[in-house]
Structure formats: structure tokens, C-alpha cells
């Protein structure tokens, strides 16, 4: 069984904010990276952010910096996303997506992840965030 699935999302207002969820199942995030992407109607699968077992900082989309902040628990064998300062354009349907990597951390200010859908291997059912102004 290799499951994701999202939660949190709902409508705000411009300013609010949202946090999303995604549990796992089947695999332990401490051998993953967890990418969250987004999709709005007619337009392409946009990577948002990512988190990685392997080490080094998140990564996020020029877009959300700064607004968005990505966090883990492995425990929880959950990843999170906070989503602050909402704007219009953040509405689409947010997708959580995990990939296994080898356990190999290190010490690094780069991340780790990319914010490439096609190196993702499992994806949630996603979740719909609407931000009107």
C-alpha cells in the first residue's frame, strides 16, 4: 500500500491563511523526498515545494517564497504545508506526490528535492484551495 492523501483545503480570503496535510502510507517519509504541486484549470502541473530525507533546506516555487513554508514529521509520517498570505492566484487543486530516495543525508544550504513532477512516483487525490480577493 503506497497512499497519499491530502486534507486542509477550502476557500479564503486574500491575506488568510491555509494549512494542508498529507498522510502517508506505506512508506516512511525518512527514506522520501515529498513534493507539493498545484494545478489550476487549463494550465500546467506546477511544482510548489519539496522536503527531503536526504538533507538540506526546502525548496519552494519563486512564487510562494517567503508565504509558503513546507515541514515534516516523520513520526507522524505527515508533511505539511503552511500557506500564508494567500493570494488569487495561489487557487488550484494542491497535489502532494513522494519519491524514495537512499538514505544518504548530508550537510548542505542547497536543497535536496526538485520541483519536477516527473521525478515523482506516487501522488495524492489532491485537494482544492480557492483564494478570492
Known amino acids: 500500500q503506497l497512499v497519499l492523501v491530502e486534507s486542509g483545503g477550502g476557500s479564503g480570503q486574500s491575506g488568510e491563511s491555509l494549512r494542508l496535510s498529507c498522510a502517508a502510507s506505506?512508506?516512511?517519509?525518512?527514506?522520501?523526498?515529498i513534493g507539493w504541486f498545484r494545478q489550476a484549470p487549463g494550465k500546467e502541473r506546477e511544482g510548489v515545494s519539496c522536503i527531503s530525507s536526504s538533507g538540506g533546506r526546502p525548496n519552494y516555487a519563486d512564487s510562494v517564497k517567503g508565504r509558503f513554508t513546507i515541514s515534516r514529521d516523520n513520526a507522524k509520517n505527515t508533511v505539511y504545508l503552511q500557506m500564508n498570505s494567500l493570494k488569487p492566484e495561489d487557487t488550484a487543486v494542491y497535489y502532494c506526490a513522494a519519491v524514495f530516495l537512499a538514505a544518504v543525508p548530508i550537510a548542505t544550504d542547497q536543497p535536496m528535492c526538485a520541483l519536477r513532477a516527473s521525478g515523482y512516483h506516487y501522488w495524492g487525490q489532491g485537494t482544492q484551495v480557492t483564494v478570492v480577493s
Open positions: 506505506g512508506f516512511p517519509l525518512d527514506y522520501s523526498a
